[in-house]
């Protein structure tokens, strides 16, 4: 299945492409716990930038995974070049390759809204271990979304629906993540310096359009959209 | 990136903040102040003075400095909103 949000994303090899960029990724994951005998999931990896960081900063077993080629691809030559041993591999959120209870961490930055939400909580649910924990970073409606602009989110993102706080709590309770705790993180969406990226060459014009109209539509939206982050437990 | 695209691309960014990728790994972060056909030039922030580009930063005002356009591999806004 096609995005052209993503496949924007894969192009300019955006790292920290997710509401708070990568200091918040910093902020949630410094002072975790994190053992070297632990086996983290970095699903939806993109260009790897946090994935190397969890290698780097905890030497634990990390394994990268993103359903788009040219992000595999990017995250395997960061992961080459900084010396970091992450297992990178392409793979569908919602039909994963591993077997039941595989990871003590799973993250999610800004992947699961691009999914089939339910199918891919209940995949994820199944590979982490039961007394494993679960952080995402996801996209809600802050507010009630109108048909319009519900339909507008959908199509400008490639996405299915847009969950407010609750349903995206009642799906992961629903997926069996009996523990949903939210992280505070700032309420407002606010832009992220963009200080990674690897850049394709010869980007399709088209992608700076789509760029500019995403832009264009966050700064009119901000209010109605905005983000959360869940920490989950099975247990 | 094909030069007609990249020059067009500068004008579009042309008063915005952008980060500026060149062939020899350096990065240039400034606000777009002109373009022309084959070169494109940027202003730093002051701030950014400890960054490398001081020399630049400091005088602060006017055009700030030239790049080639045939020197760039890529041209992106400095700040960004994602999903």
């Given at each position: 299945m096609s995005n052209s949000y993503l496949d924007l994303l894969a192009y300019f090899g955006?790292?920290?492409?997710?509401?708070?960029g990568f200091n918040l990724t910093l902020s949630l994951l410094e002072d975790e716990n994190i053992q070297p005998v632990d086996s983290v999931l970095d699903i939806?990896?993109?260009?790897g930038q946090t994935a190397a960081f969890l290698a780097e900063r905890f030497h634990c077993q990390v394994t990268a995974v993103d359903n788009h080629p040219i992000m595999v691809e990017k995250a395997r030559e960061r992961f080459k070049n900084r010396k970091v041993s992450v297992n990178a591999m392409e793979g569908d959120t919602q039909h994963l390759d591993f077997a039941d209870n595989s990871f003590d961490l799973i993250i999610a930055e800004?992947?699961?809204?691009?999914?089939?939400i339910s199918k891919t909580l209940k995949e994820l649910s199944r590979v982490l271990k039961s007394d494993g924990r679960m952080i995402i970073i996801e996209m809600i409606a802050e507010q009630y979304l109108t048909e319009e602009l519900q339909r507008k989110v959908c199509s400008l993102y490639g996405i299915h629906e847009v969950l407010t706080e609750k349903q995206w709590i009642l799906q992961l309770q629903q997926a069996g993540f009996t523990q949903v705790d939210m992280i505070n993180t700032p309420s407002e969406f606010i832009q992220s310096d963009i200080t990674d990226i690897n850049q394709s060459k010869n980007i399709n014009t088209d992608f700076y359009d789509l760029w500019e109209e995403h832009n264009e539509f966050i700064l009119r939206n901000r209010k109605f959209i905005g983000y959360r982050t869940f920490s989950c437990h099975l247990t | 990136m094909y030069q007609s695209n990249l020059y067009n691309q500068c004008c579009r960014y042309h008063g915005q903040k952008v980060r500026i990728t060149c062939r020899d790994g350096s990065v240039h972060v400034g606000e777009i102040t002109r373009v022309s056909r084959d070169m494109v030039w940027i202003r730093p922030d002051e701030?950014?003075?400890?960054?490398?580009?001081g020399f630049f930063g400091?005088?602060?005002?006017?055009?700030g400095f030239g790049i080639a356009?045939?020197?760039?591999?890529g041209i992106v806004l400095a700040s960004a909103f994602f999903w």
């Open positions: 955006i790292g920290g492409a997710h509401p708070g939806g990896c993109g260009t800004s992947v699961i809204v691009f999914t089939d | 701030n950014l003075g400890g960054y490398g580009l400091r005088r602060g005002f006017g055009l356009l045939g020197a760039i591999t």
